[in-house]
Nanobody
Protein backbone atom coordinates (compact mmCIF):
# COMPACT_ATOMS: atom_id res chain seq x y z
CA UNK A 1 0.00 0.00 0.00
CA UNK A 2 0.90 3.61 -0.46
CA UNK A 3 -0.11 6.37 1.94
CA UNK A 4 -0.35 9.89 0.57
CA UNK A 5 -0.54 13.04 2.68
CA UNK A 6 -1.21 16.41 1.10
CA UNK A 7 -0.25 19.72 2.68
CA UNK A 8 0.13 23.36 1.75
CA UNK A 9 -3.47 24.34 1.24
CA UNK A 10 -5.02 27.44 2.75
CA UNK A 11 -6.76 30.73 2.11
CA UNK A 12 -5.24 33.08 -0.46
CA UNK A 13 -6.39 36.15 -2.34
CA UNK A 14 -7.02 36.04 -6.06
CA UNK A 15 -3.75 36.41 -7.93
CA UNK A 16 -1.79 34.77 -5.15
CA UNK A 17 0.17 31.53 -5.06
CA UNK A 18 0.28 28.31 -3.10
CA UNK A 19 2.50 25.24 -3.28
CA UNK A 20 0.92 21.92 -2.45
CA UNK A 21 3.00 18.95 -1.39
CA UNK A 22 2.12 15.26 -1.46
CA UNK A 23 4.34 13.06 0.68
CA UNK A 24 4.19 9.33 0.04
CA UNK A 25 5.04 6.52 2.44
CA UNK A 26 4.78 2.76 2.53
CA UNK A 27 6.37 2.34 -0.88
CA UNK A 28 8.63 4.33 -3.14
CA UNK A 29 6.74 6.23 -5.83
CA UNK A 30 9.77 6.67 -8.08
CA UNK A 31 8.39 4.29 -10.73
CA UNK A 32 4.78 5.45 -10.57
CA UNK A 33 2.82 8.08 -12.41
CA UNK A 34 1.23 10.68 -10.15
CA UNK A 35 -1.71 13.02 -10.46
CA UNK A 36 -3.51 15.91 -8.81
CA UNK A 37 -7.28 16.23 -8.86
CA UNK A 38 -9.68 18.67 -7.23
CA UNK A 39 -13.27 18.67 -6.09
CA UNK A 40 -15.40 21.73 -5.49
CA UNK A 41 -18.62 21.55 -3.44
CA UNK A 42 -21.38 19.89 -5.44
CA UNK A 43 -19.02 19.02 -8.27
CA UNK A 44 -17.34 15.89 -9.55
CA UNK A 45 -13.68 15.33 -8.79
CA UNK A 46 -11.75 16.60 -11.79
CA UNK A 47 -8.30 16.18 -13.24
CA UNK A 48 -5.84 19.00 -12.63
CA UNK A 49 -2.33 17.79 -13.49
CA UNK A 50 -0.30 14.63 -14.03
CA UNK A 51 3.35 13.66 -14.20
CA UNK A 52 5.10 10.57 -15.53
CA UNK A 53 7.26 8.40 -13.29
CA UNK A 54 10.49 10.02 -14.45
CA UNK A 55 8.96 13.46 -14.50
CA UNK A 56 9.69 13.98 -18.18
CA UNK A 57 6.05 14.17 -19.20
CA UNK A 58 3.52 16.50 -17.63
CA UNK A 59 0.06 17.62 -18.63
CA UNK A 60 -2.62 19.89 -17.27
CA UNK A 61 -6.30 20.62 -17.44
CA UNK A 62 -7.00 23.50 -19.80
CA UNK A 63 -8.30 25.60 -16.92
CA UNK A 64 -4.94 25.58 -15.12
CA UNK A 65 -2.44 25.32 -17.97
CA UNK A 66 0.11 28.12 -17.76
CA UNK A 67 -0.66 28.80 -14.10
CA UNK A 68 0.02 25.47 -12.34
CA UNK A 69 3.17 23.35 -12.42
CA UNK A 70 3.46 19.75 -11.27
CA UNK A 71 6.84 18.37 -10.27
CA UNK A 72 8.30 15.51 -8.30
CA UNK A 73 11.32 14.74 -6.16
CA UNK A 74 11.69 10.98 -6.19
CA UNK A 75 14.49 11.14 -3.64
CA UNK A 76 12.01 12.69 -1.20
CA UNK A 77 9.10 10.52 -2.34
CA UNK A 78 7.14 13.73 -2.84
CA UNK A 79 5.10 15.38 -5.58
CA UNK A 80 4.34 19.09 -5.74
CA UNK A 81 1.78 21.37 -7.33
CA UNK A 82 2.83 24.99 -7.67
CA UNK A 83 -0.24 27.14 -8.20
CA UNK A 84 0.17 30.73 -9.39
CA UNK A 85 -2.29 33.43 -10.43
CA UNK A 86 -4.99 31.73 -8.41
CA UNK A 87 -8.62 32.46 -9.20
CA UNK A 88 -11.76 32.04 -7.07
CA UNK A 89 -12.81 29.18 -9.34
CA UNK A 90 -9.72 27.26 -8.22
CA UNK A 91 -11.35 26.89 -4.79
CA UNK A 92 -11.64 23.16 -4.05
CA UNK A 93 -10.24 20.28 -2.08
CA UNK A 94 -7.09 19.12 -3.85
CA UNK A 95 -6.19 15.44 -3.90
CA UNK A 96 -2.96 13.68 -4.73
CA UNK A 97 -3.08 10.25 -6.37
CA UNK A 98 -0.71 7.49 -7.46
CA UNK A 99 -0.95 4.87 -10.17
CA UNK A 100 0.86 1.73 -9.01
CA UNK A 101 0.20 -0.25 -12.15
CA UNK A 102 2.16 -0.07 -15.38
CA UNK A 103 3.00 3.59 -15.99
CA UNK A 104 4.35 4.75 -19.33
CA UNK A 105 3.11 8.33 -19.46
CA UNK A 106 0.47 10.49 -17.82
CA UNK A 107 -3.08 9.55 -16.91
CA UNK A 108 -6.23 11.64 -16.75
CA UNK A 109 -9.01 9.50 -15.30
CA UNK A 110 -9.70 8.85 -11.65
CA UNK A 111 -9.99 5.18 -12.54
CA UNK A 112 -6.34 5.13 -13.60
CA UNK A 113 -5.15 5.79 -10.03
CA UNK A 114 -5.04 3.36 -7.14
CA UNK A 115 -4.39 5.39 -3.98
CA UNK A 116 -5.50 8.81 -2.85
CA UNK A 117 -4.64 11.25 -0.12
CA UNK A 118 -7.16 12.80 2.23
CA UNK A 119 -7.08 16.13 0.41
CA UNK A 120 -6.14 19.68 1.31
CA UNK A 121 -8.49 22.65 1.10
CA UNK A 122 -7.59 25.56 -1.17
CA UNK A 123 -9.77 28.66 -0.89
CA UNK A 124 -9.23 31.66 -3.16
CA UNK A 125 -11.00 34.86 -2.19
CA UNK A 126 -11.94 37.54 -4.71
Amino acid sequence: QVQLVESGGGLVQAGGSLRLSCAASGRTISTYAMGWFRQAPGEEREFVAAISWRGGITDYAASVKGRFTISRDNAKNTVYLQMNSLKPEDTAVYYCSVRTGYSSGVYYSRRDYDYWGQGTQVTVSS
